[in-house]
């Protein structure tokens, strides 16, 4: 089997705040690896090359395995999940059932059954002996544990996935949510590790601005971006007036475009539910304040 992988694409937003929303099943604005609780991962393709190891199972069997994954090409999930469902009945343990179990696992994604998809990809994951749809898995379970905030979770996971992954994956996409996840996880010489590494794998591709950047900033802690300035002595103000309304406040000079800039940041968060929390308050007052780094 060939398992096809999405395109890069911007992951999160560089200033480090998620992007949330819906990746769209059909049209719209598309976010690779973004996933809400009722869209999924519209990229995730199993391409069928044969069905060796499905004899065992029943004179019907390769047949629905075959039609469950056709099925989940042409986004009829139910379809696929009816399929699928009816193929593990009587696979047992052959080969095939974790790739069943990977696809069924997506489907449920796509259709929101959240807590079936993980079901479906924790086992998929643990019995694959062919390591495209182990990795795969582990890539799915990364991503939904990236959005449902779970970043432990989501370290393990990608982790997994990016040692197992074969090329022709989206290895820089899963290294840079990796990189955000040790971060946010409180593992910050890990993460600076993790932007290396992603930088030094991929020196042209998608992420090489926000790793060049990570690693030049080597930051250990989050703050709340209010401002970016050309002016030091705006900066100065704007940091004179949250401090006079409260807020610790710093201007950190930094290099962006090729240019000096005067960035000015409140709050220092260890967490970064912490750093949410104060951006929310901050945005109160100033709209366009962002998480740093």
């Known amino acids: ?14 200033g480090g705040a998620k992007r949330r929303g819906p990746v769209r099943a ?19 393709l199993v391409v069928l090359c044969g069905l060796s190891g499905c004899e065992s199972a029943g004179p019907r069997a390769p047949d629905l ?3 469950g994954e056709a099925a989940y090409r042409a986004r009829q999930y139910d379809t696929a999940v009816t399929r699928l469902s009816g193929f593990l009945g009587s696979a047992g343990t052959q080969p095939e059932a974790a790739r069943a179990l990977y696809v069924r696992g997506m489907a449920y994604a796509q259709t929101g059954r959240r807590a079936q998809a993980y079901a479906d990809l924790q086992r998929a994951a643990a019995q694959a002996g062919d390591p495209q749809v ?9 991503v939904m ?11 393990q996971a990608l982790r997994r996935a990016v040692d197992q992954l074969p090329a022709g994956a989206p290895e820089d996409a899963l290294r840079y949510r990796l990189a955000l996840a040790l971060e946010r996880t409180g593992q910050w010489s890990a993460a600076q590790r ?30 709340v971006q209010c401002g970016v300035f050309a002016s030091a002595s705006s900066a100065d103000e704007l940091a004179a007036q949250l401090r006079g309304d409260g807020l610790p406040a710093e201007v950190r000079r930094e290099p962006r475009g090729g240019e000096t ?33």
């Open 65 to 67: 395995l075959a039609e």
């Open 145 to 155: 544990r990236f959005e449902d905030e779970d970043w432990a979770g989501a370290v």
């Open 26 to 44: 059909r049209g719209g604005r598309r976010y690779a690896f973004v996933m809400s609780r009722t869209v999924a991962i519209g990229a995730w």
């Open 1 to 14: 089997m060939r398992v096809l992988y999405p395109r890069a694409g911007t992951a999160a937003a560089p």
């Open 194 to 223: 993790a932007f290396r590494e992603l930088l030094e794998k991929f020196p042209q591709g998608a992420y090489q601005k926000v790793a060049a950047r990570r690693l030049q900033l080597r930051p250990d802690h989050f703050a």
């Open 134 to 142: 182990a990795g795969g898995a582990w890539a799915v379970l990364g």
């Open 261 to 293: 800039r005067y960035v000015v940041l409140a709050g220092r968060y260890e967490t970064y539910a912490q750093a949410r929390k104060a951006l929310a308050q901050v945005k109160a007052r100033l709209p366009d304040a962002v998480l740093w780094p």
